[in-house]
């Protein structure tokens, strides 16, 4: 069974037409980078593929199911580029986690503690267990974007999909990201999908690489793309060697 | 006069009954809305009211039958601009508002002005509440709130952000549509009763008080309800005692209880 299947997808924006008939299969445990230039339509590529955004045509299948008739949105993680929140939102950091189990019960005014339970450990695994009290317009970016990558785990989701998720972190919290969710996708078997820029550095984690440029320039695994004659002559070899030398 | 002697009066009683079911009821929502950027659409809807006020004096039904359904479908289509247009919420009820506004004044004109005032259906005056009006305000409030409590998650996690909640199953637009239609009826029923001077600022001014101290949603919603209450009856005793009108004392109080909240966050005596 394969975790997600884009179909023919279309999709404009007020009659601009950003990508045609895109069409790949993600499997159950691959880990993938998703990478291409500012503009090339990723994101759009991945709201598009979640439902977010209206498709002009194709089709999204999770676990072999259409999305028109998938409800099992607790196996699926999301963090995007950047909210829409007001900086004033009067919320802790445990409350937003807690909004992701949203997905898979039907919470009560009052957390339960099993609830509880899976929230603290999603926090744990983010290291920000310490600030689990703290209003969330008192934090850092980088905060602020571990919070919403524990939300998005507190489901223990079966796909994850993030949109330039280290944008706001220390090369060193970055370091450490990238292992956590590295250890995710292996111990957990997580499906993992990573729209980053940082090729160089998630080559040492993901197994395959896509490279869009509103269409598919490239999807396979690494090392297919370092041994590419077509990919050496698209991005030249220097370029190829940066992403390729790290892996 | 102290508050007990102010309670020997019926009309007292019943101010003080409505005001506070109705300042705990829009301040409720008003946090929503707040953090919506959607703030004034009471004072949009209370445009779209005085319209449909006109309309229903024109086809000679009871105003109240027609305002009621034109200001739910108006804040639905206050709604679907925003879906549609991508346009900011100001901007949509911008559209509706001046909409309902020339209609009134068009029909007003064509009818050559009305026997009823057609702005006693925007200012009530909340020391003039019927019995009646009292057991309306009672029963929005309690049927509203628990409409609140029903959805609250799904109303908490679609006004942090529309996308996550969708990614997490939530039916956002079904949720966008309660949250309005609980709006709409809120602002044309309580209009009515306490004046659209005092539905928009209990809208507005206790949720951006509680804002400035609230760690969690529920301590916002806590907060405002209780700035919102303490409004109501500060207003009541000290209007009495000064001879000045109720609804702008109410509503000065609110904004004092802002300024004030507002100078201790920026003073950082607001903790985390």
Known sequence: MSAIKVLDLSVKFEGFEIFRDINFTVEEGDYIALSGPNGSGKSTLVKAMLGLIERESGNIYFFDKPIKDFDEWYKIGYVPQKLSISPLFPASVEEVVSMGLLSKSKLSLRLKSYDKKKVLDALEMMGILDIRNKNISKLSGGQFQRVIVSRALVTEPEILILDEPTTALDPETREKFFEILSSINKERHVTIILITHDTGTVGKYANKLMYFDRKIIFYGTFDDFCKSESMSHYFGYGSQHIICHRH | ???????????????????????????????????????????????????????????????????????????????????????????????????????????????????????????????????????????????????????????????????????????????????????????????????????????????????????????????????????????????????????????????????????????????S
Do not use: W
């Open chain 2, 1 to 271: 006069m102290n508050f007990f002697e102010l309670l020997s009066f019926g009309f007292v009683q019943r101010a003080i009954v409505a005001g506070c079911f109705i300042a705990i009821l829009c301040s409720v929502l008003g946090n929503f809305l707040v953090l919506r950027k959607l703030s004034l659409i009471g004072d949009g809807l209370a445009h779209i009211t005085f319209g449909s006020v006109a309309v229903g004096l024109i086809l000679k039904v009871y105003p109240m039958y027609v305002a009621i359904p034109l200001t739910l479908i108006c804040g639905y289509g206050i709604l679907l601009i925003i879906d549609k247009t991508k346009l900011y919420g100001d901007a949509a009820i911008g559209i509706v508002s001046s909409a309902g506004v020339s209609l009134g004044i068009l029909i007003s004109s064509i009818a050559g002005g009305f026997n009823v005032d057609l702005f006693s259906y925007l200012f009530g005056n909340i020391l003039a509440v019927s019995y009646e009006e009292v057991l309306l305000s009672i029963l929005l409030s309690i049927t509203v709130i628990i409409i609140i409590i029903c959805f609250y998650h799904q109303l908490v996690s679609t006004t942090f952000d529309e996308d996550l909640a969708k990614v997490s199953g939530i039916k956002t637009k079904r949720i966008n549509v309660i949250l309005i239609l609980l709006i709409s009826l809120t602002v044309v029923l309580s209009m009515r009763i306490v004046g659209i001077m005092l539905v928009s600022s209990f809208l507005i001014l206790p949720s951006v008080s509680s804002l400035q101290f609230a760690r969690s949603f529920k301590e916002a919603l806590f907060l405002s309800c209780l700035f919102s209450l303490f409004s109501v009856i500060a207003g009541i005793i000290i209007s009495f005692n000064l001879n000045l009108p109720t609804g702008a004392v109410i509503v000065l109080i609110n904004l004092c209880i802002f300024l004030f909240s507002f100078l201790l966050r920026k003073l950082n005596f607001v903790g």
